[in-house]
């Protein structure tokens, strides 16, 4: 998928037929992600343009502006960050983010068994 929803385009062709016309610039608003389909397709809505029949194969596209997706932020508990600390490790947070703290921490630190 070239383009996501959101994001600014301008229309360099119109082979899927669309009621936009070459040289509108739109938003796309929906992705159409059947695997059936030969490209996928996307709803570009143009301000002051029609309302309906408004689907775009994405080589009938060009990126005008796209639109940020902030990553998800990884948090971490204060034990964590104190285990890893602990354990001398500099790179503590993708040390924690890849799972390998529970494995060294199972190692270095066995649980006691009855």
Known sequence: MKYKVG???????NEAGSNNKIGDVGVITKVDYD???????YYVEVKGGKDYALWQYETDLELVEAVYTAPTPITYTREDL???????RQ????YIATGELNNELDREFPLPTE
């Open 7 to 13: 994001d600014k385009v301008k229309i360099v062709a």
């Open 35 to 41: 695997a059936a389909a030969i490209e996928e397709e």
């Open 82 to 88: 104190v285990r890893a600390y602990e354990l001398g």
């Open 91 to 94: 790179d503590e947070h993708q």
